[in-house]
């Protein structure tokens, strides 16, 4: 003898709510988490520069993300840096790099972007021993100015895009002009 289920109109109902609800519970319990952007924090700025073999010379504070200014041998340059959450990856969001040159200083720039920065870096030993601040001027009226300590160079953020830097000075203790460079 056979048994037989018999379900009835409602309970149909009922059991397609049912599934419904499951299968809504399953696919949201299935979605990734959004994504956010972090800074680095010391440790990870470590572990990147001893995973890509540079020297950090300095690092500098951006929204979610921090730059490292580096020295490779004869190479110096600047990471732009963000931790992507939820998985903790490592990602650079800008770049660049150029050779150590016979001038005093060397520049780094990406100016058109949203956080404008310069990098700065001190080349010459007698002025990387007696600079202590450095000024950029980006127009008439706009100065960036950092000081620095015993750093081959520094990182400068502009509030906003610019065209382009018109001079850099550096300065000893007594705000002495050590070196001045005009852009060309």
Known sequence: MEAQIHIGKTDRIQLSLVILLLFALCSSACQTAPTSNRVPNLEELQTFCDEQDISCITDKLLDDSSVLLYEKGDLFGYYTLTIQEPKGKMVILNQSSRTRSDQPILILDKLSEEQPILAVLIQDT?????TTAIEVVLGSNNFLTITIQDQKGAVLVSPSPVDRWSAINLYNT???????LESQ
């Open 126 to 130: 007698k002025l990387l021993a007696e």
């Open 174 to 180: 007594r705000g002495e002009i050590l070196y001045s």
